[in-house]
């Protein structure tokens, strides 16, 4: 085995559930889904294609019908992508993956805007490239971006830049305007940008915009721009057991960049699953009718855990502009992997630590409040209260 890869930290958030799984008194918020199932007409759709026997291979890149639906769902939200932009792929992670692969060697030098999910700034690591973290900056509870920190950092000697916005775990989200800079600086430098824009629907804007889309690279970049864009079913479909994504390549002569893909995923996984993409191609159709519906619940979540949490004292908080998350911190918990063990070992309570998304969240805990039940979060909000003798 590499000896790069026990450096490797293993994921804090599976150390604190695999303390509560199977316990039917816990009430767990530490993974990052709704408890809602996938719509019934996704399911049936899957389980349709299944009864007809498409059991086998597909393209490596996607079904042709999946993809022509993917460009017309993205250019509906955003500029307008063609089919020969987009590579389905076995998970939003198998996407982030396979985008390093095309773009990262060993020794090569990535920035990360942080905190993050760590799968993001782990698989260039797992590729031998070097990661320089730029943190965000908490500000009364909300994370907020040093934007000239960050084109600093941005040099010709960067291959990479890795951000994820709408962000997980703070809910931070880009503005068109540090996009377009991050973009022009890009430019000059000779930068990929590498955008996870898993989150892009699960987004409230200034109010004018709500459920329909958070500001997107896609809007504001040329075709021919070093710019790859990772998505994937799992969040804006409550689709995460599904394990569907997809990218949106630069268009480049002679379709480089998609022949690249095509390899990888041949290496990776050599297709997604058939009956899996009948199941995407229900919920692309569905979508103007579903996600609206989706994102109104997610808000009424988030109201409802941030009006608790904020009547709780020592506590500090903003409501997250995007994501299915609350990001806080307890005043006086600096170890956030040995409360958030204690909240479930005493209280029943399952939080995600902030370690567990890089040195810079610690001190703070991750509450995911996609929950259609209100009532589970404000029992969940009344057991952090026991948990703190308040």
Known sequence: MRSSLAALPASRI?????????RPDVLAFWFGESDEVTPAEV?????????????????????????????????????????????????????????AQLLLAAGDEVVAVVPVWPNITAQPEILGARVKRVSLHPRQGAWKLDLQ????????????????????PTGWTLSRAEQQAILDHCR???TWIVADEVYERLWWGDGSAAGRAAPSFVDIAEAEDRLVVTQSFSKS?????????????????????????????????????????????????????FVPGLVARLKAGRDTLLEGLQALPGIEVA??????????????????LAFAKRLVAEHGLGLAPGSAFGAE?????????????LERLRLGVQRLARALRL
Request: aromatic share 8%; hydrophobic share 45%; glycine share 10%.
């Open 237 to 289: 479909f409550l689709m995460t057991g599904w394990r569907l994504g997809w990218l949106v390549l630069p268009s480049d002569v002679g379709g480089r960049a998609l022949a690249a893909t095509g390899k990888l995923l041949e290496f990776n996984s050599s297709c997604a699953p058939v009956f899996v993409q009948r199941g995407a191609l229900q919920a692309l159709a569905m979508a103007d009718e």
């Open 319 to 336: 409501p997250p502009p995007g994501g299915l998350y609350a990001f806080f911190r307890v005043e006086g918990q600096e170890d956030s």
């Open 14 to 22: 599976r150390e604190v559930a695999n303390a509560g799984l199977g």
């Open 188 to 190: 000059r430098t000779g």
């Open 43 to 99: 399911r049936e759709a899957a389980a349709a294609s299944l009864a007809r026997g498409e059991t086998f291979y597909a393209h490596n890149l996607g079904l042709p019908e999946v993809r022509e639906a993917l460009a017309r769902y993205i250019s509906a939200l955003h500029a307008p992508v063609g089919p020969e932009r987009i590579a389905v792929t076995s998970a939003g992670v198998s996407a982030l993956m396979v985008a």
């Open 361 to 373: 969240g610690e001190g703070w805990l991750r509450w995911c409040f996609a929950s259609k039940d």
């Open 149 to 168: 920190e960050l084109l600093d950092a941005i040099t010709p000697a960067t291959r990479a830049l890795l951000v994820n916005a709408p962000n997980n």
